[in-house]
């Protein structure tokens, strides 16, 4: 962990503001508005809404549903026996008495073809529907993880402040009462986020916090601590 080992000359950067992570679920919210109109384009305009995700099924059942989950995760999936309350003579789609029509008329309004249609025409379908919103999937999934990442840097500052001056665990419950259990905490915190853009801007959040609190206390991180960390990640496969 050599960024340690010149605490004392960085300038620490700046913390994410409020700002940023605005903007950032502005991002999202473009991202997900930009996905949502690729799936109507490619006629997905059936919208079921659950509690965390939303399901974008195509008329023709055969064609499939596209699962949108509220954390950006997106995948294609065979649509499942449903019901669909048409248009009907004597009302629109969806009326009440459309659904009162499907009480009368059940064939009208049972949708089986999701179930039916073979596998390879399915396949196929599963494939070019995937293709499709690959682009603005990716996307999505890109600005929810900035500002996820976003939200931990901005809550970070306080939770490495309740660690280092009153022994909060960041993760999980306890107290850690002494110092080297808050300088061991601090490090394994650092060491364990992803090797990633989002889990190294989490590790600038903690290398700034240190440099900017922890070297300036009474018990600052020494070259043997720095060392003997060098060493455990070293051998962490």
Same mark, same amino acid.
């Given at each position: 962990?050599?960024?340690?080992?010149?605490? /004392?000359?960085?300038?620490?950067?700046? /913390?994410?503001?409020?700002?940023?992570?605005?903007?950032?679920?502005?991002?999202?919210?473009?991202?997900?508005?930009?996905?949502?109109?690729?799936?109507?384009?490619?006629?997905?305009?059936?919208?079921?809404?659950?509690? !965390?995700?939303?399901?974008?099924?195509? &008329?023709?059942?055969?064609? *499939?549903?596209?699962?949108?989950?509220?954390? *950006?995760?997106?995948?294609?999936?065979?649509?499942?026996?449903?019901?669909?309350?048409?248009?009907?003579?004597?009302?629109?789609?969806? %009326?009440?008495?459309?659904?009162?029509?499907?009480?009368?008329? &059940?064939?009208?309004?049972?949708?089986?073809?999701?179930?039916?249609?073979?596998?390879?025409?399915?396949?196929?379908?599963?494939?070019?529907?995937?293709?499709?919103?690959?682009?603005?999937?990716?996307?999505?999934? $890109?600005?929810?993880? !900035?500002?996820?990442?976003?939200?931990?840097?901005?809550?970070?500052?306080?939770?490495?402040? /309740?660690?280092?001056?009153? *022994?909060?665990?960041?993760?999980?419950?306890?107290?850690?009462?002494?110092?080297?259990?808050?300088?061991?905490?601090?490090?394994?915190?650092? *060491?364990?986020?992803?090797?990633?853009?989002?889990?190294? $801007?989490?590790?600038?959040?903690?290398?700034?916090?240190?440099?900017?609190?922890?070297?300036?206390?009474?018990? &600052?991180?020494?070259?043997?601590?720095?060392?003997?960390? !060098? %060493?455990?990640?070293?051998?962490?496969?």
């Amino acid at each position: 962990m050599t960024w340690l080992v010149s605490l /004392a000359l960085a300038q620490a950067p700046e /913390a994410p503001s409020r700002e940023v992570v605005v903007y950032g679920e502005l991002l999202v919210e473009q991202a997900r508005q930009a996905l949502v109109e690729e799936l109507r384009a490619d006629g997905y305009t059936r919208v079921v809404e659950k509690e !965390d995700r939303v399901i974008y099924r195509h &008329p023709e059942a055969w064609k *499939g549903q596209v699962v949108l989950y509220d954390d *950006g995760w997106t995948y294609v999936k065979r649509q499942p026996l449903n019901a669909v309350a048409p248009e009907m003579p004597w009302a629109d789609a969806n %009326s009440p008495l459309a659904v009162a029509g499907c009480v009368v008329y &059940p064939w009208l309004c049972v949708r089986a073809g999701g179930l039916t249609a073979g596998q390879r025409k399915w396949r196929g379908r599963e494939t070019r529907e995937a293709q499709s919103i690959a682009d603005a999937s990716r996307v999505l999934s $890109e600005r929810t993880a !900035d500002l996820a990442v976003d939200r931990t840097i901005d809550d970070l500052p306080a939770r490495l402040e /309740a660690l280092w001056g009153q *022994g909060k665990p960041l993760e999980g419950e306890g107290d850690l009462a002494t110092v080297a259990e808050r300088k061991a905490a601090l490090l394994s915190y650092w *060491g364990t986020r992803t090797d990633t853009v989002w889990g190294r $801007e989490v590790q600038d959040a903690i290398e700034a916090f240190v440099r900017g609190v922890v070297q300036h206390s009474d018990a &600052p991180f020494t070259e043997a601590e720095i060392a003997g960390f !060098d %060493s455990n990640v070293e051998k962490t496969p």
